[in-house]
């Protein structure tokens, strides 16, 4: 048994960073300071993107992602069957109807074919989403130049929810967020994700009109900037509200941790690539599934199936690995599984590739911070329990 628990995933800090929340601490402004505006240059120049704001959580950036996009009541939004509750809540917070799409079972990615033949009959039946948010499990991206093809031929926006994302690349090397044919890309900063500020996101976004909307409904709906003001000539404490919008503003205490953290970025993800492909050598040769090579994953996940045939079931094996002090994880019980969209009507059996890559998935530790021989402990155990 490891002497200490190894964590799936977790947050590295050092010195520098706490340098820089104590130094907001000790400034003038906790909240609505000069840290947000430098914090959010720091993302759009790792995304390679215009525009970013940031937001109190990802979930907060895809709930107004939705309703900057106007998708409302009466409108339907998909999402891929593997991912966080989140990437489909968002729709379900602004009234929409939410549909999933089947997966790739060797990425868990929304599979583009599944996609296509869903569409083809949505088509049909007159049911085409508004918006497709995709989702880049464990930092891989999905098939952008698939589903943007779908895209220009029935219509829909695409919301890339990259929360696992931050730092990653498409294969053509352009970084996550740098595709204006994506409406908005939203990123999360919780502590097992890529950098963390704590709790905290970002939405990334090409289009200068919905930037504004979106800055606009992070606080309240409201608007003090001279130039949106509806109402000329007024004096210089008016501000109006013009949307219904909320409370979703980041702290400056955690966007200054966020920027030290976003320049290690690159670090990080490298250093996580590096064991990634380690495990893949460690790993070699045990009844497992390994995740395919990607030189342009964050490796936000390690995710591992057991292979069929496996004397272990997939529990059997995290109670095992759990004994041991060894952190794993699953990710993710496909979202229509949950008692809230079994309410909804959603069933087992619906998105069979999601059920079978669930039944198998188990998540090896894997962060920046991960040290080598906690790795080596981790596949010795796999060894000996498979
Ligand atoms: C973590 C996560 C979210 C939510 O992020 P928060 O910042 O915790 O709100 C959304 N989608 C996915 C895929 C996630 O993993």
Same mark, same amino acid.
């Given at each position: ?58 979930? !907060? *950036? ?10 409302? +009541? @009466?409108? &339907?939004?998909?999402?891929? $069957? %593997? ?41 049909? !039946? *007159? ?10 499990? +464990? @930092?891989? &991206?999905?098939?952008?130049? $698939? %589903? ?62 919905? $930037? ?63 064991? $990634? ?110």
């Amino acid at each position: 048994m490891s002497s200490h628990f190894i964590h799936y995933s977790r947050q590295s800090i050092d010195e520098e960073d706490i340098e820089a929340v104590v130094r907001v601490l000790r400034s003038d402004f906790l909240t609505q300071g000069p840290a947000i505006e430098q914090f959010e240059q720091g993302v759009a120049r790792v995304a390679a993107t215009p525009a970013a704001i940031a937001v109190s959580s990802a979930t !907060a *950036g895809l709930h107004l992602a939705c309703i900057a996009a106007g998708i409302a +009541s @009466g409108d &339907t939004v998909w999402t891929s $069957a %593997i991912s966080f509750a989140a990437s489909a809540n968002c729709a379900r917070y602004v009234g929409a109807h939410i549909d999933f799409v089947d997966v790739d079972t060797d990425t868990g990615n929304l599979c583009p074919q599944e996609l296509a033949e869903k569409l083809a009959k949505a088509s049909a !039946a *007159g049911t085409l989403p508004k918006a497709l948010i995709v989702v880049h499990f +464990s @930092g891989r &991206t999905c098939n952008m130049e $698939a %589903i943007y093809a779908l895209k220009e031929q029935y219509g829909f926006s695409v919301i890339e929810d990259a929360a696992h994302a931050f730092g990653a690349f498409y294969p053509t090397g352009k970084p996550v967020g740098s595709d204006s044919r994506s409406l908005a890309v939203v990123f999360s900063f919780h502590p097992v994700k890529p950098i963390t500020t704590g709790e905290g996101g970002a939405i990334t976004t090409h289009d200068a009109q919905f $930037a504004k909307k979106l800055r606009m409904l992070r606080t309240h709906g409201i608007t003090r900037d001279p130039e949106q003001l509806e109402q000329a000539n007024m004096p210089a404490w008016y501000y109006e509200q013009q949307l219904l919008g909320y409370n979703y503003r980041m702290t400056d205490i955690q966007a200054a941790l966020g920027e030290s953290q976003s320049k290690k970025i690159h670090r990080f993800n490298d250093a996580r690539r590096q064991l $990634a492909t380690r495990y893949a050598n460690i790993l070699d040769g045990l009844p497992l599934l390994l995740p395919p090579a990607d030189n342009h994953s964050s490796w936000h996940l390690y995710v591992v199936r057991l292979s069929a045939g496996t004397r272990l079931s997939r529990d059997d094996a995290f109670r095992k690995l759990r004994a041991e002090n060894i952190g794993v994880n699953v990710h993710y019980m496909p979202i229509h599984l949950h008692p809230y969209y079994q309410r909804l009507g959603f069933s087992k059996g619906q998105f069979p590739k999601a059920e079978a890559f669930f039944d198998q998935a188990l998540s090896l530790p894997l962060h920046q911070g991960l040290v080598l021989s906690d790795q080596d402990f981790v596949a010795q155990t796999l060894r000996d329990i498979l």
